[in-house]
């Protein structure tokens, strides 16, 4: 059953003490009814028509409307929410009314003395250039006025008025719609009663609107996809403003919109959508000038695969992308914006020959319809190698030590090895221990950065064996070993004097 809105005037309301205001952002209002009531309704207004309201209404019996408990019941529109109750008891109904700054809150409470339901409505080009509403109400007075209003979508009931003077319970009024811009309208019907009583619906389906007599369309407008995103762009002027659209695809409603000054526009896919109707038109003065709709889908979507090398710092200043496509499809490629070739036709491998430093290359394989996917790589160019200095320099030195330390600085995030072993950084400097062997020791140092750049520094370190302290050493021995005989030589001497 489709929902009606009664708007109710002081003629047709028997309100009770003139209605209800309060001027909180909540506030609980007490409707008393003195009577039950027939086709009752309650209408809820506010002042500030933006915001946004949450409305709960309980009978005396315990029985609850609202906005989110019964939808059905209820429909909303800006600054103001009717609510078809139908048989109402006598008592007293609690109607709490929530939001912010929604300054003056009126609660008012009536009888509908006719239903006024509206069974048809239609809208159709006439072939005359305009439009026919046709209508069809049931319980209607003869003298219910009705009028029609275009809106850009089919809720809020916050659209145009374009036609008016009809009535009766059916009947049929024609109209023209000069004053508005070009693009899809949805349409609903307003009946109007003497006394002030309203019914309101939209129609099923939106209608395109070509305004003749607004600005021309764009040229050479074309929408495609660029990777996942709607791609749009037309031929235009310096110093103006463009209007980009999408549309559902289905109820043309108007999903998204941006302005711009460029000749061209990305926008998202809409969540949830695969395919939708796209559009670029004139928007000067804030009025949409004329345009056509395109259909772009997700099904559109190019195959293609662009490999590059897996790193991204390299030494080597040429590396090579992998570029494959199914169907029939052109290659261009950009170097830091700066283009390295455009629409060619073979698939396999593409030389790219890099600056030093930061390089940002893109491939962009585009079908026949203009669909385009894209492929970018970051990779930066290092020949250099890293520094590497020694604090002390070691090469050739002669040390009886069993071990030196090489210590020195070195560039961040390098890796650092000494005769093969790593060895740690702490911040960019090191320290490490390196034990020597007699005779000739080799020591080498490699700093590697990310790019495999590499920096040495190598040492011969000798540690002989005939050092001063392994002659004293010697010498203590020998004067040891002279000593010992010494004492053997006296001892057996005292011995054979004994024996005598």
Not at 66 to 77: L, R
Not at 244 to 261: A, Q
Not at 342 to 369: C, M, P, S, W
């Amino acid at each position: 059953m489709k929902k009606i809105i009664f708007f109710l005037t002081a003629a047709f309301f028997c309100l009770l003490a003139g209605g209800q205001e309060t001027l909180a952002a909540a506030e609980t209002v007490v409707a008393e009814l003195d009577t039950d009531r027939q086709e009752c309704i309650f209408e809820i207004r506010w002042e500030e028509e933006e915001a946004q309201a949450q409305i709960r209404i309980t009978s005396p019996g315990g029985e609850v409307y609202g906005t989110e408990e019964t939808p059905d019941s209820v429909t909303a529109m800006q600054g103001c929410a009717y609510f078809y109750i139908g048989e109402a008891q006598a008592g007293d109904w609690q109607v709490e009314i929530t939001g912010e700054k929604l300054g003056e809150v009126e609660v008012n409470v009536g009888s509908l003395p006719q239903s006024m339901q509206i069974l048809s409505f239609t809208v159709a080009e006439n072939g005359r250039g305009g439009y026919d509403a046709s209508w069809n109400i049931s319980d209607c007075p003869e003298n219910a006025e009705i009028a029609v209003y275009a809106d850009t979508d089919n809720r809020g009931y916050d659209g145009q008025l374009i036609a008016s003077g009809g009535s009766g319970p059916e009947g049929t009024l024609s109209f023209q719609m000069a004053s508005l811009d070009s693009g899809y309208y949805y349409f609903y019907l307003t009946v109007t009663e003497t006394g002030g009583i309203f019914n309101y619906q939209y129609g099923d389906t939106a209608l395109f609107y070509d305004n003749t007599g607004g600005r021309n369309k764009l040229e050479n407008t074309e929408a495609s996809l660029l990777n996942r995103d709607v791609y749009v762009s037309w031929k235009g002027e310096e110093n103006r403003t463009y209007r980009v659209m999408l549309f559902d695809p289905d109820t043309k409603l108007l999903l998204t919109s941006r302005e711009t000054e460029e000749t061209s526009c990305v926008l998202p896919m809409p969540e949830g959508y695969d395919r939708i109707l796209a559009a670029a038109a004139d928007y000067t003065d804030g009025r949409t000038g004329r345009f056509d709709v395109y259909a772009v889908s997700l099904d559109q979507a190019v195959e293609a695969s662009v490999t590059y090398p897996e790193e991204t710092v390299t030494s080597q200043p040429v590396i090579f992308a992998s570029v494959n496509w199914s169907g029939s499809c052109t290659v261009s490629a950009t170097l830091n914006e700066e283009l390295l070739m455009e629409r060619e036709t073979a698939q396999g491998q593409y030389e790219i020959h890099l600056e030093e430093g930061d390089n940002t290359i893109v491939f962009l394989v585009t079908d026949e319809k203009g669909n385009t996917a894209t492929y970018r790589k970051d990779i930066s160019l290092d020949t250099s190698p890293p520094q590497l200095s020694v604090r002390r320099n070691l090469d050739q030195v002669t040390t009886d030590d069993s071990y030196v330390y090489v210590e020195g600085y070195t560039e961040a995030g390098v890796r650092l090895t000494c005769n093969g072993e790593p060895v740690e950084l702490v911040g960019n400097y090191f320290s490490c221990r390196q034990a020597l062997s007699y005779g000739k020791n080799e020591i080498l140092l490699t700093a590697t950065d990310a790019a495999g750049n590499e920096a040495r520094y190598s040492a011969e370190v000798t540690r002989p064996f005939w050092s001063a302290g392994i002659v004293k050493w010697i010498l203590l021995g020998i004067l040891a070993a002279g000593l010992t005989a010494t004492e053997i030589v006296l001892l057996i001497r005292a011995k054979r004097r004994s024996r005598k």
